[in-house]
């Protein structure tokens, strides 16, 4: 297998965003938080993944309190709680002030957990930290007083995006689409992560330690053990968090303030003036026309949760900030 890198093994940290997905996009029949979070972490164990932290948005728990104890077995299992809104509203939608009292409300949701990990790690909903830098710079002040450690991501494949035409094809029974979905994750994975280490090497002059992001859904609890398999084959080396935030590739903000989807090695790509390869990879035009189900599009199933986050704190959801969204990728 050819390595990720012609320099060496890539170290990664692996992180995990909302283990109760989000408020509107509910766990299809058989699954569950907890039972999700269970098949990630013996994956993490079966390939050696160290203290993951799972960044938790919390609005979904309103509903489901319950839901909250999950994250007792996965601090027995040796892995960490990070804050990352209420509401899983983007910054770019709305004013700081909402933001930040939304950032407290999950805070104080989160305390019992968060409390028992290393650091006291934050992250951005989307990783969106502001489209305008003051109020990027008054989210930061706030953390800095609750201290807090904002952990930006460095790559990401779009793995939401395989979940709706996953859940179709569990409902439709449809074990072909369901092979194709899984070889296709882990294989988007690999060359995602390809393509954005490739830039962050051009930004850098070196292979700076990575951050790499699944959310917490159905497709990743049952397909993510092969994304660690390949990440390994080709080269990867998992590390904690901490040693990845030790980079100071890592610590200093990227330059670039943007309304628009960006992880932290697209941000300095663009300062840079360097092309991300195949970022938002154009097989998610494929996944889509996977086990097509009336009323069970992308929209439809997803759309409520995004419009119910930005709502919850008086903000406008924009649809075209997300460039995976479908109304920007027919473009």
Not at 125 to 150: I, S
Not at 176 to 192: D, L
Request: with cysteine.
């Amino acid at each position: 297998m050819q390595n990720i890198s012609p320099n060496g093994p890539i170290k990664l940290a692996v992180t995990v965003d909302d283990p109760f997905m989000w408020k509107g996009a509910d766990f299809p029949p058989d699954y569950s938080p907890a039972g999700v979070a269970t098949s990630m972490a013996d994956a993490f164990a079966e390939h050696g993944v160290p203290g993951v932290y799972s960044f938790a948005s919390t609005l979904p728990t309103d509903d489901h309190p319950e839901w909250l104890e999950a994250l007792d077995s996965w601090v027995e299992r040796g892995h960490h709680v990070g804050a990352h809104t209420h509401s899983h509203s983007s910054l770019n939608w709305g004013p700081a002030d909402p933001y930040i009292d939304d950032i407290d409300r999950n805070m104080g949701i989160l305390e019992p957990w968060i409390a028992q990990a290393p650091t006291r790690y934050f992250r951005y909903a989307f990783d969106m930290w502001g489209d305008e830098q003051a109020k990027t710079d008054a989210v930061q002040l706030h953390l800095a007083r609750r201290g807090y450690v904002p952990a930006p991501i460095t790559t990401w494949f779009y793995d939401v995006q395989f979940l709706v035409s996953y859940i179709r094809t569990l409902v439709a029974g449809d074990e072909e689409g369901r092979a194709w979905i899984r070889k296709t994750f882990a294989s988007t994975a690999v060359e995602s992560l390809r393509s954005q280490a490739a830039a962050a090497r051009a930004v850098f002059g070196r292979d700076p330690v990575h951050i790499a992001l699944i959310h917490g859904t159905p497709v990743a609890g049952d397909c993510y053990g092969d994304v660690l398999a390949a990440y390994a084959e080709h080269g990867v080396e998992f590390v904690t968090l901490e040693e990845a935030m030790a980079d100071p590739a890592n610590q200093i903000v990227a330059p670039t303030v943007t309304r628009f989807f960006r992880n932290s090695t697209q941000k300095w790509a663009e300062y840079a003036g360097i092309d991300v390869e195949n970022t938002p990879p154009q097989v998610l035009h494929q996944v889509r026309e996977i086990c097509l189900i009336e009323g069970m599009d992308e929209n439809a199933v997803l759309g409520p949760a995004l419009v119910a986050a930005a709502e919850s704190v008086g903000a406008t959801f924009v649809p075209t900030d997300l460039d995976w969204s479908p109304e920007v990728l027919q473009q």
